[in-house]
């Protein structure tokens, strides 16, 4: 027998190479399925729109441009330090003496370092820090609440994702009935007991609820293509992960409002925002006022000159001069405002107007709040009503469409009356799923009221 040759070198690291090659295909194969597979959750969905909406980023630039303005109104206290350098040269006839011009070349240096500060300008400098931190912490809430509007819209739209997954899934079991549906009345025609045009009712209610899967798959796509544009993500590949929703309970109910308008109003961002404006609005007050006030600054200015000239032949040095010539110099002046042409008067009436303004705001967004908490609870309790009472018909129309078919296949009633309890027993199935996702909805609206997490 022929001994089999071991294999040259030059043909093993073509194999190896072939061997890597495959391995490296078939990770990157399953990477791009793992990547294609990935299912958002609530929370990651979430989380993407709080990181990536662009509200968001430009709230957080306010805050960066805020927080800028905060250190340049803290750098008003400090006192404003500048220096100075000049030289000019000049050439020509010069009258030296009367009558008489020579030609002459002068250069003179002129050097000096200087300091300002205002030490009282009626407070105007505090009120201007302080109403610039405030305005940082009501851009800061104002993007909190941002964030809030965007939480709650991320939850809506993946709720109607569930929603009209559930949709399609109830037409697809309808669809799979009535496709078993068109066999039994095959069986029951060729029994005798059905004519044989009861089987053309039950294929074109077969092809109606073919028509109902790729409406609600159509629905269903639709819906994930909203929360994706929502999340600003490409919708080829993406998917959310298919979650219970349990069936709601009284106990999800909140039986008094109170409660709910009680937290709101004391936590809420649109009211710490509006009490945040009106804050600021009263330093606004106070800083218009400081034009009646003495404005006091203060400065200082060291300097020194050098000067030299062709008709001179025994001047000092260049730093000979700048040592002998140094000079210091203190200034302080008070400017007192007796008439300013009506200005000062009308600021001040102008921000008390403002201050007004600001305080009808806070009343206004305190009635829209409890506004909107009204209209959510009482939006809650019809919804729950709604749900109990549709939970109760599809128990009853369930029951009957039993009962249709135990009829239907004794011959007994025709296939109109099966079409018609099924009719109202897919209608039932429908308000069922409809009430509970809207009953869900509407409480997490008023988990969202409340500061509960709404992920949940």
Sequence with gaps: MRMMQPLKEENVKPMKTL????????????????AQEKLWTLQECVNHALVNNISVKQGQNSLLQNEQDVIAAKGQFLPNLSGSLGHSTTFGNE????????????????????????IFNGFRLTNLYKQSKLSLESNQLELNRIKDDISLNVVNAYLNV????????????????STNQVEQVKDLVDAGVQPKAN??????????????????????????????????????????????VDFPSSTLLY???????????QNRNEIKVAEKNMEIAQLNSEISKSGYYPNVTGGYQYGSSAFFSNLTEDEASFFDQLDAQKSHG?????????????????????SKIDEANSLLSLDQAKLDLESNIQRAFTDAQAAFKSYVASKKALEAQE??????????????????????????????????????????????????????????
């Design 255 to 265: 039986n008094d409002v109170q409660p709910v308008l009680d937290y709101a109003l």
């Design 95 to 118: 009258e030296v003496f009367s009558g008489q011009f020579v030609n002459r070349t002068s250069n003179s240096t002129n050097v000096g370092i200087g300091l300002n500060q205002t």
């Design 330 to 350: 203190f200034r302080i002046s008070v400017n007192i405002p007796i008439f300013s042409r009506f200005e000062n008067k009308t600021n001040v009436a102008k």
């Design 399 to 456: 029951i009957a469409m039993n009962n249709t078919q135990e009829r239907f296949k004794a011959g007994i009633i025709t296939s109109f009356d099966l079409e018609q309890a099924r009719v109202k027993y897919v209608n039932a199935q429908s308000s069922l799923v409809n009430a509970k996702y809207d009953f869900v909805f509407k409480t997490k609206v008023l988990d969202f009221y409340m500061g509960k997490p709404i992920t949940d």
């Design 162 to 177: 569930l929603f009209n997954k559930e949709r399609l899934e109830i037409a697809k079991a309808q669809l799979s009935f």
């Design 199 to 244: 089987i053309y009712d039950a294929e074109a209610t077969m092809s109606l609820d073919a028509q109902e899967v790729t409406l609600a798959e159509n629905n269903y796509n639709l819906a994930l293509l909203s929360l994706s544009q929502l999340l600003q993500v490409p919708y080829k590949g993406f998917d959310v992960q298919l979650m219970d």
């Design 19 to 34: 061997k890597y090659t495959i391995l490296l295909g078939c990770f990157l194969i399953a990477s791009v399925s793992m």
